[in-house]
């Protein structure tokens, strides 16, 4: 009797140690997805998900080359739809990324920049008995926004700096995080206004070499595993959003008076801004 115990009592700590140790490492769930045509764009990793759909080509008769011809198709035509969706990400406000480049007379500018040889990465395959496929991919859209941002960077922002300036050396916070509730659509060109409409920020304050190829890291509900995750160092400026408009994110006047007697320069020009759901 006296080993049964401690043979049950052995196997209890083992799956306590054993629970514990999964629940911990059990990775956060930091994604915000968006709906976007033919797909879902997660707006915190740009990782877009998208299904391409091809058929053999005729002429084909053996079945191996028929599948193979049909996958080329498929990733084929999930390039083009990965170029629609890209060109009807909105850039600020209502100017669509293709309207943009149709605009300033470069119509296949975001055609040329979808490659191929990018859409690789398989995670799910449906085949017909026909031999025509239909296959789901996860493509890294994140180097395709940013060369979009750097070519419209500079016709969307506004240089000007913050609307009070106090003194660099007594500021300390070098981190800002806004809350949200309001839902919302995925825009590259987002900025911070104050309840009169005055810029606080937008995408001309921050360096090319910033982490997110949007103007601020978008995330859901975790706010510290986010900054954890992100490794932002230094001290937290936090409030709430009144609400966000379009591609301006509106805060308190006394909010946009706490950035600027509070918050680093560092900040914008690392583009270590993090606006944070909690839906």
């Known amino acids: 009797m006296a080993g049964f115990s401690k043979k049950f009592f052995f196997l209890f700590v083992f799956f306590l140690v054993f629970s514990v140790s999964a629940a911990e490492k059990k990775p956060e769930d930091l994604s915000l997805v968006r709906k976007v045509a033919d797909g879902t764009l997660n707006y915190s990793t740009f ?12 002429n084909v008769t053996n079945l191996n080359s028929a599948r193979i011809t049909a996958e080329k198709a498929a990733a084929a035509n999930a390039r083009l739809k ?8 909105v850039l600020s406000g209502k100017t669509t990324v293709g309207a943009y480049f149709e605009g300033k007379g470069d119509p296949d500018f975001v055609d040329r920049l979808v490659n191929i040889a990018d859409i ?9 008995s026909n031999s025509s496929v239909d296959l789901t991919y996860k493509v890294n859209v994140s180097g395709y926004l940013r060369k979009i941002v750097e070519e419209a960077r500079e016709e969307f922002s506004n240089k000007k700096d913050l609307l009070a300036v106090s003194d660099e050396a007594a500021k300390t916070k070098s981190v800002l995080l806004i809350n949200f509730k ?3 659509e995925p825009q590259l060109f987002f900025s911070i206004v104050n309840e009169k409409g005055e810029k606080i920020y937008d995408i001309s304050m921050s360096k090319e070499a910033r982490k997110s190829p949007a103007s601020l890291f978008f995330a859901k509900k975790k706010a510290d595993a986010v900054i954890e995750k992100e490794k932002l160092e230094g ?36 583009g270590k801004i993090i606006a944070v759901s909690a839906e």
């Open 82 to 89: 990965i170029v629609k969706i890209i060109s009807g990400l």
């Open 47 to 58: 990782e877009l998900t998208i299904t391409g759909s091809g058929i053999p080509e005729t």
């Open 120 to 128: 690789k990465d398989v995670t799910y395959e449906r085949f017909y």
């Open 182 to 184: 309001t839902k919302i």
């Open 235 to 270: 001290e937290v400026l936090s409030f709430s959003a009144l609400k966000i408009s379009g591609s301006e994110i509106v805060i308190k006047n006394s909010d946009a008076e706490k950035i600027a007697a509070e918050l680093k320069k560092e900040c914008f020009e690392e």
